[in-house]
């Protein structure tokens, strides 16, 4: 199954207690499209750059797998940049620039060989923009993967209903549902959430795991333990494209698959926040998913009770 990934390719300046990165590869849709790919899912990517992003990122794409023929590149702008400092839990973070630069006009006009995938994964955008992509890419009915953030809950609230009505699968982290549903307790915020029109809703809860809720069932992942966290930018959106990738690899969207699909994105986030940027998306291989996924299972594991 064919995954269109929409989104951002951005520069990244981070700063954590740990140390700093200054101008690194980053944006929703490096992150997702690189994930992945890491589980061996088609990808074509959709995205803006400006005339100083350097071709030595593009065939770092290229080189992975990704299907970079709409990836736009406006030679007379700059590429998008964002720059955050993480606090010392790197659970909170201050945004210290935002530079929409060539993303303030970018309006996604998606090639002929993209417009027909079996998954659309849409990253961070607007809502207006989400909705002309499903537009776009429709003609295969394809399942509809969507994330959002606090700004456009915010700031388009009616674009975002219209948006969610058109979405398969929400994932969305706890502040963002909570402030979304307008439900302190994330097992209503998903009921309603899901009332818009998302018929699965994953919520991501950070170094406490994640919650998917499908059918009738819900299912709690925990997050893997790490001695060492860099850097959680790009974790979000490493989680979007492993739990597509998953889908894509299957075939499948039933509920089972859909719970795999949440371990196996919990996995790659788990990677992703070992460095700066997305360096250790370019470089886990397979086996060392598999290796992790393995892990995840020992951990959540319950043992045998006996009875009373």
């Not at 849709?29 to 061996?40: E, Q």
């Not at 400006?50 to 290229?62: E, I, K, S, T, Y």
């Not at 982290?173 to 029109?197: F, I, K």
Request: proline share 6%.
């Amino acid at each position: 199954m064919s995954i269109l990934v929409v989104g951002t390719v951005a520069f990244d300046t981070v700063e954590t207690p740990f140390g700093r990165a200054e101008r690194i590869l980053g944006g929703s849709a490096t992150y997702a499209s690189l994930a992945a790919r890491v589980v061996g899912a088609p990808v074509m990517l959709n995205a803006v750059v400006g005339g100083d992003f350097p071709d030595a990122h593009v065939q770092a794409l290229r080189s992975r797998g990704v299907d970079v023929e709409g990836l736009v590149r406006d030679a007379g702008g700059e590429t998008f940049f964002w720059a955050g400092r993480y606090h010392y839990d790197l659970g909170t973070r201050d945004t210290l620039a935002t530079h929409l630069n060539v993303l303030a006009t970018f309006e996604p006009d998606l090639p002929a060989s993209y417009r027909r995938p079996e998954i659309v994964c849409l990253g961070n955008l607007d809502p207006a923009v989400q909705a002309s992509v499903i537009d776009q890419a429709s003609g295969g009915a394809p399942l509809v993967i969507a994330d959002t953030m606090n700004f456009w809950i915010d700031s388009t609230p009616d674009a975002l209903r219209e948006t969610l009505a058109r979405v398969d699968v929400l994932v969305v982290n706890d502040e963002e549902a909570r402030q979304l549903s307008g439900e302190s307790n994330l097992v209503r915020a998903a009921r309603a959430v899901r009332a818009m029109g998302p018929e699965t809703v994953v919520i991501k809860k950070g170094e406490h795991g994640a919650l998917l809720f499908c059918g009738d069932a819900v299912f709690s992942a925990p997050a893997y333990p790490l001695e060492d966290v860099v850097d959680p930018t790009g974790a979000g959106d490493t989680f979007l494209g492993g739990f597509a990738g998953h889908l894509s690899r299957c075939g499948a969207r039933d509920p089972e698959t859909m719970r795999q699909a949440v371990v196996v994105g919990s996995a790659l986030a788990s990677f992703v926040v070992e460095a700066f940027g997305p360096e250790r998306l370019l470089d886990v291989r397979p086996e060392d998913l598999d290796a992790r996924v393995e892990a995840f299972r020992r951990l959540s594991a319950v043992p045998q009770i006996l009875p009373v």
